[in-house]
Every structure is written in structure tokens, then in C-alpha cells.
């Protein structure tokens, strides 16, 4: 398993629920990305992780959008009240030490619908 | 902020050469990222662009004009596997990307 992985593949949840989404990245990246992509979009940045602190969260859309890294390696982003707008694909992407030129790996993404 | 340009589709047919153009408006940037992705499938890294020119990787070759706020990617002897959706990127340690070109290979 050398790729980022996340899961679950698929969650469907209802209105005002709350949500974890899981990513595994690359083993000894230190850098850790999170990016949405809506249908017929490209990825819109997040949030991106240095080891366990987050180094900029600039991209996430409200305080019901967090995520945490506590052990420098699996990250969390946690969805609270959601809503059906929340719903789109959730990427990350993990890259060696988050050099400017470094490249992204991504996982297969986290396909959230909201009802 | 970040914004770029590209277009919505592109449609040829088996062995042709493609050129998805990008334009991009940006205070500030590293380089030109491209990527591919499958319906259904992760992006994946296709070529980068850290100073103006072109650089070759295989069938695909990517260019950046930082005067003109310009790239491309240049896709030779299409094949049918080459049926995805491509995105340029700015590089800012965090990528912003294009809304992305569909590229369909016809027989």
C-alpha cells in the first residue's frame, strides 16, 4: 500500500449529521493536504498539515469544517451539522516535506452526499 | 487570489495531438502543475513547470510563459486511455486548479 488512501469510499448522511472523513497518507510524508472538488470543478484547497499542526486553514468554508492530525500521519476532517451543499468529493493528498515544487499524491477521494 | 482559465472540452480522435491551453491571474506562484484524472479516480501528476519553456515527459509535454501568464500541456499519439479530465495548477504549496478540460478520445 504505497498510495494515500481514504475512506470511507462513500458516505451518504442525512442533513445536520455530523461526519469523519479518514486519510492514510504516504508513509513518511510530512506534509498533508485536504481539498474539495465539486462536480465538473477542479480541487479547491482546504487545509494543509505540517506534521501534527495545521499551517494553514484558509480554505475551509466555515467553523463546521475541522481536521486534525495528532500523530503527524492519519488525518481527520471532521464535518459538523452538515448540510446538502457540503456535498462533493473530499481529496487528500500528501506530499514528501511540502516544498513549494514538491508533487501531490492524491487518494481516491471520499464521495459525501448530503440528504 | 488565484484564478485560471482553461477550456471546458476537447474532443480528437485516436493518434492526434491535443493542446489544452491555460491562462492564469495570481499574485504570486512556484510553478505550473498539470494533472489527470479519471472519472471516478484520484489526480494524478502529469508534469511541472518551474521556469518558463517546455519540458517533455513522454507523449506529454507541458509550457510556461510567465510574461504572457500562459501554459499548456501538449498531448502526442493520443490513445484511447488518455480520456480524462486535465487541470493546470498554480504552485503555492497549496495548488489551485482550473475547473478543467475534458479530453475525449475518439476512435
Known amino acids: 500500500g504505497a498510495g494515500v488512501s481514504q475512506t470511507p469510499s462513500n458516505k451518504v448522511t442525512e442533513k445536520g449529521k455530523y461526519v469523519e472523513l479518514r486519510c492514510d497518507p504516504i508513509?513518511?510524508?510530512?506534509?498533508l493536504y485536504w481539498y474539495r472538488q465539486s462536480l465538473g470543478q477542479g480541487p479547491e484547497f482546504l487545509i494543509y498539515?505540517?506534521?501534527?499542526?495545521?499551517?494553514?486553514d484558509s480554505g475551509l468554508p466555515n467553523d463546521r469544517f475541522f481536521a486534525v492530525r495528532p500523530e503527524g500521519s492519519v488525518s481527520t476532517l471532521k464535518i459538523q451539522r452538515t448540510e446538502r451543499g457540503d456535498s462533493a468529493v473530499y481529496l487528500c493528498?500528501?506530499?514528501?516535506?511540502?516544498?513549494?515544487?514538491?508533487?501531490?499524491?492524491f487518494g481516491p477521494g471520499t464521495r459525501l452526499l448530503v440528504l | 487570489g488565484q484564478s485560471l482559465e482553461q477550456p471546458s472540452e476537447v474532443t480528437a480522435v485516436e493518434g492526434a495531438i491535443v493542446q489544452i491551453n491555460c491562462t492564469y491571474q495570481?499574485?504570486?506562484?512556484?510553478?505550473l502543475s498539470w494533472y489527470q484524472q479519471h472519472d471516478g479516480g484520484a489526480p494524478t501528476f502529469l508534469s511541472y513547470?518551474?521556469?518558463?519553456g517546455l519540458e517533455e515527459t513522454g507523449r506529454f509535454s507541458s509550457f510556461l510563459s510567465r510574461s504572457d501568464s500562459y501554459g499548456y500541456l501538449l498531448l502526442q499519439e493520443l490513445q484511447m486511455k488518455d480520456s480524462a479530465s486535465y487541470f493546470c495548477?498554480?504552485?503555492?504549496?497549496?495548488?489551485?486548479f482550473g475547473a478543467g478540460t475534458t479530453v475525449t478520445v475518439r476512435a
Open positions: 495570481t499574485s504570486g506562484f512556484y510553478g
Open positions: 493528498a500528501s506530499s514528501l516535506t511540502g516544498g513549494y515544487q514538491e508533487t501531490q499524491y
Open positions: 498539515f505540517q506534521g501534527t499542526g495545521a499551517a494553514d
Open positions: 508513509s513518511g510524508h510530512t506534509a
Open positions: 495548477a498554480l504552485n503555492d504549496y497549496k495548488l489551485s
Open positions: 513547470n518551474a521556469l518558463d
